[in-house]
């Protein structure tokens, strides 16, 4: 891939993303003041969201995916012009390091080749599969991050458009926990976990070789702690919602984060006495409990498990199913491996 053709996917990419983030926050958040990086997060999980119940009955193919770049692109003229010219220039840097990171790049590791890029082939190539993992037991483990990969795969950008999206995710990410790290806030104990969770990102994940859907995972609990320990002792309708969902989309990259529900239970326990209907009752829950829904009964469909491979959440009663012998030996094999 040539360095002016991965600038030119990535910057439509981004443009996109951030497009649909627009769109997300007026339609489900309606938040006046969201960050640049915010936006990409926001437009990643309303992208991959439709992605997931498009593919419910159709494949994400070539022709079908140019909607995920046209469409956003074409209403955020309508949605929010006056920050269009801080956009650009964030855009304008988003695609060179991407470039730069994409450019750097020289193995990738085993999980890619394993399952990730064969499932993001069969996305592109098929409608959701009964039973996929039958074929192999990884596709079990397969996250919301393949469905970001597999949208930017169409006739325009072909599949060099597979590799940009994570590296707009992550820059996104890294760019809130530096955005927060150096905010002027009187709260000295916020802004320094901001500066070490930066640090550690930077540190530990500044290979786009090395990147894994765990790393996706690890910063996105990042930003659920930031959150929390941000409304602790005051809570916001609109920040509990958004908490809620972070921790579900980190769900989504990785069952193992379904830990970090934990952290909003604590803060409703705190606050639900004063704050019950508006901590429970909104458009984003609504979209977060919709989203849920759909991501395990995709599960259940190629699993036969709500979450795979717990066993208590799997029936071996269907024709696709595993047994639960096959689960067990499959959930002690995961362990090892990790």
């Known amino acids: 891939m040539g360095y002016i053709s991965i600038f030119f ?14 769109i997300f926050n007026k339609f489900f958040i309606n938040e006046n003041k969201v960050s640049f990086f915010e936006n990409i997060i926001f437009g990643c999980i309303f992208l991959t969201f439709i992605a997931l ?37 964030y855009l304008l840097l988003f695609s060179f390091l991407t470039v730069l990171l994409i450019s750097l790049e020289n193995t990738n590791r085993p999980d890619a080749g394993l399952y990730h890029l064969p499932y993001i082939g069969i996305l592109n190539e098929s409608n959701l599969l009964v039973g996929i993992s039958n074929l192999h037991f990884r596709f079990g483990h397969t996250s919301i991050i393949q469905y970001l990969s597999a949208i930017y795969n169409n006739i325009v950008f072909t599949s060099n458009g597979i590799l940009v999206p994570s590296s ?48 996706y995972g690890s910063i996105m609990s990042f ?3 930031l959150n929390c320990y941000q409304n602790f ?9 958004k908490i809620l969902l972070f921790c579900s ?23 639900f006495r004063i704050h019950y209907n ?31 491979p717990i066993t208590i959440l799997c029936f071996d009663v269907f024709q696709w199913s595993l047994s639960n012998m096959a689960i067990s030996k499959i959930s002690l094999v995961s362990e090892a491996w990790a």
């Open 278 to 308: 508006g901590l429970i009752f909104n458009k984003l829950n609504l979209f977060n409990l919709l989203f849920v829904i759909f991501w395990l009964i995709k599960n259940f469909l190629t699993t036969s498990c709500f979450i795979f």
């Open 223 to 225: 930003l659920v702690i």
């Open 168 to 215: 707009i995710f992550y820059l996104a990410l890294l760019g809130y926990l530096i955005n927060e790290a150096i905010k002027k806030r009187n709260d000295k104990v916020y802004s320094f976990l901001s500066i070490i969770f930066s640090s550690y990102v930077l540190i530990n994940m500044n290979r786009n070789s090395s990147w894994g859907n765990d790393d």
């Open 9 to 22: 996917v990535s910057f439509f990419c981004a443009f996109s993303l951030l497009a649909a983030g627009k």
């Open 249 to 271: 989309f980190a769900f989504f990259i990785k069952s193992f984060y379904l830990i970090l529900f934990l952290l909003p239970f604590i803060l409703f326990l705190k606050h």
């Open 233 to 241: 002792n005051k809570l916001k309708f609109r920040s509990y919602a």
């Open 53 to 89: 119940i498009i593919n419910f009955f159709f494949s994400l193919n070539e022709k079908l995916n140019l909607i995920f770049i046209i469409l956003p692109s074409f209403l955020y003229f309508f949605i929010d012009k006056r920050e269009i010219k801080n956009d650009l220039k």
